[in-house]
């Protein structure tokens, strides 16, 4: 994967034992709830990276509920070269999952918490991730394990919430920010997804109801990146296995996606600059002896 003129962004901090020393920048994909479309936005958060000449990886962090194979039409064994794994790559963006890892696409991972931080940690430290100019995590719903698992082990640029409109989504998503925030890892932005629908006559439904993202933006104190509209192009490529921002840049949910992408690429470089020259702290975060459990 080549280095594209075009792009140029910042380096977070790189501490010299991280794990991920060839990558620029390190960004969590999360939510407190499930179902609101954290693989969806980080499968096309990648793809439109990759299309604006970014060096991109997406880690699928999500053990028991992989979606990165579907996603991206690809269930191949990663090969390794005696040392490290070797990332598949799809659409320009190296990949790794526990889904290329499973018999089948049906069987379940059933491991304790302790294998699901050590999974976690090889996949950073022995999957050959090469240079990148950004590594995506897809993480899992929930609000504990994989993100103290991160914000112990490296120092990630900050993580993009990802909500629907809906009250019961947003109180969920509200864990998920103060989470972040005690285990210090900045927030980024915030991308609502299903904020509407608009049939083919042209009339807007707000099928989930309106401002939940701006509402956990508030919170976040970190801006609402974008709507995503429902949209029957993102689903059928998602299923399809060809993100939609390339598959069909035009269709509403494609260009809400690209606009997102670009305004992450803004909150990234901000971030960095904000953030040079402070120190990594391994604590989990100032807060760690209540209410983290550990
Ligand atoms: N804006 C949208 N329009 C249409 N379908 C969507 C949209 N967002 C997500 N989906 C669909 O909803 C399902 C759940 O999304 P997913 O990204 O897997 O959520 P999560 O990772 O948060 O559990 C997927 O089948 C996806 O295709
Ligand atoms: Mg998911």
């Not at 039409?73 to 320009?92: A, N, S, T, V, W």
């Not at 899992?140 to 993580?159: C, E, I, W």
């Not at 919430?161 to 109180?171: D, G, Y």
């Amino acid at each position: 994967m080549t280095n594209d003129p075009r792009f140029s962004i910042p380096s977070r901090v790189i501490a010299d034992d991280d794990p991920l020393p060839g990558v620029k920048n390190v960004v969590l994909v999360m939510s407190g709830k499930g179902g609101v479309g954290k693989s969806t936005v980080a499968a096309n958060l990648a793809v439109e990276l990759r299309r604006l000449g970014a060096r991109v990886g997406l880690l699928d962090a999500d053990i028991y509920g992989p979606s990165v194979p579907t996603m991206f039409g690809i269930c191949e064994r990663p090969l390794g070269d005696g040392e490290r794994i070797l990332p598949l790559e799809r659409h320009g963006t190296k990949l790794m999952s526990i889904g290329f890892l499973l018999e089948d696409d049906k069987t379940a991972v059933v491991w304790r918490g302790p294998m699901l931080h050590s999974a976690l940690l090889q996949f950073l430290r022995d999957v050959d991730w090469g240079e990148l100019d950004i590594l995506l995590l897809d993480l899992p719903p929930g609000t504990g394990d994989v993100a103290l698992t991160l914000s112990q082990n490296l120092q990630s640029t900050g993580a993009v919430i990802v909500t629907t409109p809906q009250e019961v989504a947003i109180q969920d998503v509200y864990k998920a920010v103060t989470m972040s925030q005690k285990v210090g890892i900045p927030i980024l932005g915030v991308v609502e997804n299903q904020s509407y629908f608009v049939c083919d006559h042209g009339a807007r439904y707000e099928l989930f109801g309106r401002g939940g993202g701006q509402k956990v933006a508030d919170l976040a104190g970190a801006p609402l990146l974008g709507q995503i509209p429902l949209d029957l192009a993102l689903r059928e490529c998602g299923d399809a296995g060809h993100p939609v921002v390339d598959a069909r840049p035009d269709a509403a949910s494609a260009r809400a996606l690209a606009s997102v992408t670009r305004a992450l690429v803004e909150r990234v470089a901000a971030a960095n600059a904000a953030a040079g020259g402070l120190s990594i702290d391994r604590s989990g975060g100032t807060q760690r002896h209540l209410p983290i459990a550990r």
